[in-house]
Every structure is written in C-alpha cells, then in structure tokens.
C-alpha cells in the first residue's frame, strides 16, 4: 500500500497550493486516510475513467506514464521530492487526467524513482 501520513499530506498542500486539482486529490487522500491507491480508484472514477480492478491499479495507470516520468528532468525533480514538475507536464502534455497526475506522482516517489524506473533504464540498454 502507498500511503501519506497526515504530516506528508499538509506538506505536499503546501507545496503543490498552485495546482487546484492536485489539492483536491491531496483532499481526496487525506479523506482516505493516507492510502494512496484508494484514493485513486475513487479519483479515476470521478475523471471518466473505468478501474478495472482495485488491486495495484494504481500501479498499472501509473506504469502508462513510465517513459515520462524516468526522464532525466522528472527523475531529478522527483528524487528531490518535487512533485509540481512532473504534475504539470502530465496535466498539460499528456491524456492524464488532471485528477490523477499528483497520485501518479506521489506513486512514482513512493514506490522508488529508481525501482519504478528499473524496467525503463533496462530496455533502454
């Protein structure tokens, strides 16, 4: 399970204040007590998409994004705990619906750049 603990959460309000629909799902997660994945499922639902499983599809939504978010500007800004930079290229470059861009980012961070990254930087050999 991703998880935020309250602490993170006000954090991340904090820094992501710019971005009204990252804020929503922050609100989302909090309402979730922290658990990430859950949150996302009720997001996704709530941005037209349709789930097809509650187990690790998170993971799987977020996989979608993988040859964005292990380029070397997002990996960076993401190993620094920043979240706004990948955030914003998904909701302004990419289908990502707005609601779920600041889960898929906190998913990436969570789970580790480097082993979220791992299967990207092997096929890239």
Not at 15 to 25: K, Q
Not at 106 to 115: A, F, H, P, Q, T
Request: charged content about 20%; proline content about 5%.
């Amino acid at each position: 399970m991703i998880a935020l603990t309250p602490e993170e959460i006000t954090q991340l309000q904090a820094r992501l204040a710019d971005y009204p629909e990252a804020l929503s799902a922050l609100q989302e997660i909090e309402d979730c007590e922290g658990d990430v994945e859950d949150a996302a499922i009720s997001l996704a639902l709530r941005s037209g998409q349709e789930p097809d499983t509650n187990e690790q599809w998170l993971a799987g939504f977020s996989k979608r994004y993988r040859h964005i978010a292990c380029q070397p500007q997002f990996r960076d800004s993401l190993a620094a705990g920043q979240l706004s930079t990948l955030i914003n290229y998904l909701t302004q470059e990419t289908d990502c619906p707005a609601l779920i861009a600041a889960p898929v980012a906190i998913y990436v961070l969570k789970s580790g750049v480097d082993s979220f990254c791992r299967s990207f930087d092997n096929s890239r050999l």
